[in-house]
């Protein structure tokens, strides 16, 4: 997304702090980094649309959701690391020394987005979803402690205002793209601000988009070196849809406030989904209309090569589905042209895209950012993924960048002018605690080690292989919450919520056990439990003994006590057995106690 912006007067704003130092004394120059941020997160830090970084010279920006003492609110943090990789932490006050600003949690929704202006100032905008204006700007340079609510000084103070998305332009100016409410007439619009340095004042530009019965959604904003700003978009229903459709682009000439297309084309504004042109880069598919929930569109950005579009990246789900594919779209000159960078079908049941996706380009090489999961028994894991293509190769390569990651995560990326390296921001909302990291992906030496998304998959599901003999066992149990959470369900092979084996409520010492179709040598054991919409660990097995049958008898092989984790394995040491079974003394830590298992696995020994 973010492709070399300007910044050369915000670098001499930020020189004059001392929070820039030379390219050839930059801390992570050379090599992939990753760091974690050394702040606290809070667990709604996440969203697909949002900006919440920035990079002048050397010096990175991050703007995050932090946790706040009241209970579904949190406080805005901003933090900046000097290219001495040191950090500096400040939050929005009302006023110099106030406590810190509080707002409600909404996750997806309100989330800050910020920039950095010419002279160094730092603009945040947050917490709107359908509110009026939250605006808060620094009183000093580049300094993240001094940021103080300035919302007074915008235009429309009246309007209800969503999903902000920020850019720097050459001169130093800043702007903002967001959707207006415009309920009482139907309609939902794109407007575009824009912040003039040398008056200190932000103005309402134009009306990008609008058309009654439509909501404007706005995904990006970059502005060339030639002055225009580019605007990505995707159209809904009004007033709102998770599902989207209709993706757009425009390009506004504030010199001549006129719009043009991707061909170049002028064109009439307020932009509807009707207008003509190359506008669309993503048209309605047969049988699809606007309030369509596949297919769809959701998340979407884009990069320039100097003034020109290098492409677009997106989600887009195909009829029917419901895991996302990451695609890529461009113009040629006459026509759109659009790919399947990473195809989720291909890569097994549960494999999708979360809503993240960026794009940067420098030099002759084009990346793709997105955040490939897996659902694994029960728990979403997702690993951030760059595909990287050189002008001159016709396929994608990919690596991996950051962790693997408990729940999804979030990213958004921007190409750092010093050295053409890309600064990732990572949000992990779900892990416990929720993370927020720095990753440095440069482009004068390798991403990182080539593999394949195929690869990339297996790794997230942490298969650990082997022979499962205990497939197709017959399996006996003390009891079954229902008819259709019967034991056969731990051994079918399955890792879904819907095939479990779910004891009955008052069943206080559950017991499952299961006749292996041979005698054989075990490994280990292991056993998966828990249900997917506890993102913590209260739904796990907490405390049982794992036994084993053989010709004497049962024999224990070991017992787990206050477990916490999903998947657990109990050496076997090859014992011969001929039947496996648990016995449970406290089936789960939640509210409804029983106890409930995704599979029993006995691996032979191999």
């Given at each position: 997304?973010?492709?070399?912006?300007?910044?050369?007067?915000?670098?001499?704003?930020?020189?004059?702090?001392?929070?820039?130092?030379?390219?050839?004394?930059?801390?992570?120059?050379?090599?992939?980094?990753?760091?974690?941020?050394?702040?606290?997160?809070?667990?709604?830090?996440?969203?697909?649309?949002?900006?919440?970084?920035?990079?002048?010279?050397g010096v990175?920006?991050?703007?995050?959701?932090?946790?706040?003492?009241?209970?579904?609110?949190?406080?805005?943090?901003?933090?900046?690391?000097?290219?001495?990789?040191?950090?500096?932490?400040?939050?929005?006050?009302?006023?110099?020394?106030?406590?810190?600003?509080?707002?409600?949690?909404?996750?997806?929704?309100?989330?800050p987005?910020?920039?950095?202006?010419?002279?160094?100032?730092?603009?945040?905008?947050?917490s709107?979803?359908?509110?009026?204006?939250?605006?808060?700007?620094?009183?000093?340079?580049?300094?993240?402690?001094?940021?103080?609510?300035?919302?007074?000084?915008?235009p429309?103070?009246?309007?209800?205002?969503?999903?902000?998305?920020?850019?720097?332009?050459?001169?130093?100016?800043?702007?903002?793209?967001?959707?207006?409410?415009?309920?009482?007439?139907?309609?939902?619009?794109?407007?575009?601000?824009?912040?003039?340095?040398?008056?200190?004042?932000?103005?309402?530009?134009?009306?990008?988009?609008?058309?009654?019965?439509?909501?404007?959604?706005?995904?990006?904003?970059?502005?060339?070196?030639?002055?225009?700003?580019?605007v990505?978009?995707e159209?809904?229903?009004?007033?709102?849809?998770?599902?989207?459709?209709?993706?757009?682009?425009?390009?506004?000439?504030?010199?001549?406030?006129?719009?043009?297309?991707?061909?170049?084309?002028?064109?009439?504004?307020?932009?509807?989904?009707?207008?003509?042109g190359?506008?669309?880069?993503?048209?309605?598919?047969?049988?699809?209309?606007?309030?369509?929930?596949?297919?769809?569109?959701?998340?979407?950005?884009?990069?320039?090569?100097?003034?020109?579009?290098?492409?677009?990246?997106?989600?887009?789900?195909?009829?029917?589905?419901?895991?996302?594919?990451?695609?890529?779209?461009?113009w040629?000159?006459?026509?759109?042209?659009?790919?399947?960078?990473?195809?989720?079908?291909?890569?097994?049941?549960?494999?999708?895209?979360?809503?993240?996706?960026?794009?940067?380009?420098?030099?002759?090489?084009?990346?793709?950012?997105?955040?490939?999961?897996?659902?694994?028994?029960?728990?979403?894991?997702?690993?951030?993924?760059?595909?990287?293509?050189?002008?001159?190769?016709?396929?994608?390569?990919?690596?991996?960048?950051?962790?693997?990651?408990?729940?999804?995560?979030?990213?958004?990326?921007?190409?750092?002018?010093?050295?053409a390296?890309?600064?990732?921001?990572?949000?992990?909302?779900?892990?416990?605690p929720?993370?927020?990291?720095?990753?440095?992906?440069?482009?004068?030496?390798?991403?990182?080690?080539?593999?394949?998304?195929?690869?990339?998959?297996?790794?997230?599901?942490?298969?650990?292989?082997?022979?499962?003999?205990?497939?197709?066992?017959?399996?006996?149990?003390?009891?079954?919450?229902?008819?259709?959470?019967?034991?056969?369900?731990?051994?079918?092979?399955?890792?879904?919520?819907?095939?479990?084996?779910?004891?009955?409520?008052?069943?206080?010492?559950?017991?499952?056990s299961?006749?292996?179709?041979?005698?054989?040598?075990?490994?280990?054991?292991?056993?998966?439990?828990?249900?997917?919409?506890?993102?913590?660990?209260?739904?796990?097995?907490?405390?049982?003994?794992?036994?084993?049958?053989?010709?004497?008898?049962?024999?224990?092989?070991?017992?787990?006590v206050?477990n916490?984790?999903?998947?657990?394995?109990?050496?076997?040491?090859?014992?011969?057995?001929?039947?496996?079974?648990?016995?449970?003394?406290?089936?789960?830590?939640?509210?409804?106690?029983?106890?409930?298992?995704?599979?029993?696995?006995?691996?032979?020994?191999?």
């Open positions: 997304m973010r492709t070399l912006r300007g910044g050369s007067a915000a670098a001499v704003a930020a020189l004059a702090l001392g929070l820039i130092v030379a390219p050839s004394a930059h801390a992570d120059a050379g090599a992939t980094a990753v760091e974690d941020l050394p702040f606290a997160v809070d667990s709604s830090n996440q969203a697909a649309w949002w900006n919440p970084l920035d990079v002048v010279g990175t920006y991050f703007a995050f959701n932090a946790p706040a003492t009241q209970a579904s609110r949190h406080e805005v943090h901003l933090a900046s690391r000097g290219s001495d990789g040191g950090w500096t932490e400040g939050c929005l006050r009302t006023t110099p020394g106030a406590a810190c600003v509080t707002f409600v949690d909404d996750n997806g929704h309100n989330q987005s910020i920039v950095v202006d010419g002279d160094g100032i730092i603009h945040a905008f947050v709107m979803h359908n509110e009026q204006w939250n605006y808060f700007r620094s009183d000093t340079a580049g300094d993240v402690r001094t940021m103080v609510d300035r919302t007074s000084t915008i429309d103070l009246d309007v209800d205002i969503t999903y902000p998305v920020t850019a720097r332009g050459v001169d130093g100016d800043a702007w903002v793209l967001v959707r207006t409410g415009t309920d009482a007439d139907g309609a939902r619009e794109g407007v575009l601000y824009h912040y003039d340095r040398d008056a200190g004042t932000w103005a309402r530009e134009t009306t990008i988009a609008a058309a009654t019965g439509y909501s404007f959604y706005p995904d990006d904003l970059e502005v060339s070196p030639d002055g225009r700003v580019h990505l978009w159209w809904g229903p009004f007033p709102a849809d998770p599902a989207r459709h209709l993706g757009s682009y425009a390009v506004y000439d504030p010199a001549a406030g006129t719009l043009a297309d991707a061909a170049g084309s002028a064109i009439a504004g307020p932009i509807t989904p009707t207008t003509a190359a506008v669309i880069w993503r048209p309605l598919l047969d049988g699809e209309t606007i309030r369509s929930y596949t297919p769809a569109v959701q998340s979407a950005k884009l990069a320039l090569d100097g003034s020109v579009l290098a492409g677009i990246g997106y989600r887009f789900v195909e009829k029917d589905r419901t895991a996302y594919d990451a695609r890529f779209a461009r040629d000159g006459s026509t759109w042209v659009d790919e399947v960078v990473v195809d989720s079908a291909s890569l097994g049941d549960g494999v999708a895209t979360s809503a993240a996706v960026d794009v940067t380009r420098a030099g002759s090489t084009t990346r793709l950012y997105t955040v490939v999961t897996a659902q694994v028994c029960g728990e979403v894991r997702s690993r951030a993924v760059v595909a990287e293509r050189d002008d001159a190769a016709s396929a994608w390569s990919f690596a991996g960048v950051g962790e693997a990651r408990v729940g999804q995560q979030r990213l958004r990326a921007q190409t750092r002018s010093i050295d390296a890309d600064v990732v921001y990572l949000s992990a909302p779900a892990a416990a929720a993370r927020l990291s720095r990753a440095v992906v440069p482009r004068d030496v390798a991403v990182g080690p080539a593999t394949s998304l195929q690869a990339l998959v297996a790794d997230l599901r942490d298969d650990p292989g082997g022979v499962n003999v205990a497939l197709g066992a017959t399996a006996t149990a003390s009891s079954s919450l229902r008819a259709d959470t019967g034991p056969e369900l731990a051994v079918d092979g399955v890792c879904t919520d819907t095939s479990r084996w779910i004891s009955a409520v008052g069943d206080t010492a559950p017991w499952i299961l006749s292996l179709t041979a005698p054989s040598a075990l490994e280990e054991v292991r056993v998966r439990s828990g249900y997917s919409a506890d993102a913590g660990t209260a739904a796990v097995l907490r405390s049982f003994e794992v036994q084993v049958h053989i010709p004497t008898g049962w024999t224990s092989l070991g017992s787990v206050a916490t984790q999903r998947l657990v394995s109990v050496p076997a040491e090859g014992v011969v057995a001929d039947g496996v079974r648990l016995l449970i003394s406290d089936p789960s830590a939640s509210a409804t106690d029983v106890a409930r298992v995704f599979e029993i696995e006995a691996i032979a020994v191999d």
